[in-house]
């Protein structure tokens, strides 16, 4: 008679999984294992996206340089790189943190994956059309932008449910970050209508309208709620300070951009009025940036330093108080010595330095807290971290007046290639554990 083998225990006393538990786990990436949690299947696909959207900019970049690929585009090339900047991954990348932490701060049930699939399925094939389309025909990109515009719509809709269904005392932020949802589809339809009506220069409007009325006041509104907390969680002798009038000027800010940019469109630049506006736009672009910094130091900017996965997130909101600084700087210049260029460079010191290093700290987190790592920036993360910071300034560079233009040919494809190759890895090594069990074996 054969004796029984012995069963392997699947808990240990403390409730973690056991190591027997742990060897035998499925270590294969499958598409089961996605649909999980909402983290997973929103940051996926936008890692998608983003990877996508990096060679494919890098591509345009390199043809502009060398003429190589002979690329004849169908839509702007510029307007098509800008719109999935903005509306692109980053709402994807919302996704996985507003209805994974969301309805931890409003006290309710959390959505089922399955609910949330169509929509943010919808948004990453409408924006892989859209870059697709872009050089081959304007339909196609078109219909892959009305794709993403519903599924953005649909994606807000359902975090505005999570809203409306909370009785949690404290929901200013969320209901601030619902608000914002609001205002991108709206900003994405009116990209979207102007495209179609032939109108370019109204279609840029849109683009900044959502850049700054939707994704910034989403970041600055999650900045000001989580910064000082991850700080003062990892760091106990730094208090958390977190007073609304911060929060505050941070969306007042974001939205006098927003003006801005409908005032440019509307001709007030180019009125006699234009140069009394640029100055006083320059100069609450400089005061504003300045109070930035200060509040990042006092955030606990030096303090952070000591924690590599801390700092790449003080690090990102320092860059939201320098792109407002290069932004009144450039308004000066424009006025004073009629110098320009420096605006292009603000502008992706905001997407790039600030956005993009915000992105990476946030989604790096998460993404290690809910596989069952350790909450730390590991040599990978922190060497990636730091090449998007030479990228930045590359970019940055080549919108400072009195650069050469030969210089400039060459520094815009290198940054674009930087950008897609730390992209590229990045997106590639989180992918893998979206598709994988937990490495602690614990679900989610």
Known sequence: MTQARPSIPIRTASGKPSAQALAQMDKRWRWRYVMLA???????????????SGVWWALVQLDRSTAWLGMSAAVSPTLAHSAVMAFGFIPLFFSGFLFTAGPKWLGVQPLPVQTLQYPLLAQALGWLLWLAGAYLQAWVAYGGLALACAGLLWMS???????????????LHARVIACACALGSVSLAGLWLSLVGGQG?????WVFTGLWGFVVVVYVTVAHRMIPFFTSSAMPMVQSWR?????????????????????????????????VWGLLHGTLQL???????????????????????LAMLHIGFLWLGVA???????QWLAWGLGLGGLAL?????????????????????????????????????????????????????????????????????????LWAGTMGVWGTRLGRWYGCLRADGRPG
Do not use: Y
């Open 345 to 417: 460079g603000a502008l992706h010191g905001l997407t790039m330095g600030c956005l993009a290093s915000l992105m990476l700290a946030m989604v790096t987190r998460v993404s290690c807290g809910h596989s069952g790592r350790a909450l730390v920036a590991d040599r990978i993360a922190w060497s990636l971290f730091w090449l998007l910071q030479v990228c930045t300034v590359l970019r940055i560079a080549a919108t400072v007046p009195g650069v050469p233009g030969a210089v400039t040919l060459w520094l815009l494809p290198l940054a674009a290639v």
């Open 38 to 52: 909402p983290h997973r299947l929103g940051f996926l696909l936008a890692m998608v996206v983003l990877v996508a």
């Open 324 to 330: 407002f600084l290069l932004g009144g700087a450039a």
């Open 243 to 275: 007073p609304f009038w911060v929060l505050w000027l941070m969306l007042a800010a974001a939205l006098m951009q927003v003006l801005a940019a409908w005032l440019e469109w509307a001709g007030v630049s180019a009125s006699r009025a234009g140069p």
């Open 201 to 205: 220069a109204l279609a840029r409007v």
């Open 287 to 309: 005061a504003v940036g300045g109070i930035l910094i200060w509040l990042a130091v006092v955030w606990g900017l030096v303090q952070s330093l000591k924690n590599k996965l």
């Open 157 to 171: 809709a359902r975090f505005w449910g999570l809203v409306r269904l909370s009785r949690a005392q404290d929901q």
